[in-house]
């Protein structure tokens, strides 16, 4: 049976594992701010694949599987895994691929991110695409 708070027994056996919860020291607050400046350097294209974008593109490019393939060229160096991920995620699933964008500027206006979508699709077509 999995253990839960189906009563006040079971809801006081798992509070009294927190009676002496102090919370993060300094030290640990510190080095996690840090770790997080650090990771903000990193330049990814912050795409949550809500895919709003796509809705609305007329031309049905796989935006969202297109930063997912830069994200990864930036995180790991890789280009054979980005382009596997580009290959999946883009024709994979029958979308097109970032150098066939018209930039009629749609995506952008449905984005809830606010990423400059035309710019990154020109980043994903000369970074994966152009030398192909």
Known sequence: MLSGMSNIEQMEDNL???KDFA???????????????EMNRI?????TTCNYCAKVCPMDIGISGSFTAMNYLTLYGSKPAALHQENWLVGGHGKKRADQCIKCGACEAACPQ??????????VT????AEQ
């Open 114 to 123: 606010h990423i400059s979508i035309r710019e990154e699709l020109e980043r």
């Open 23 to 37: 919370g993060l020291t300094e030290e640990q607050k510190s080095t996690l701010e840090a770790a997080q400046e």
């Open 16 to 18: 009294s594992y927190m």
């Open 43 to 47: 330049p990814l294209i912050p795409c």
């Open 126 to 129: 000369e970074a994966l695409i």
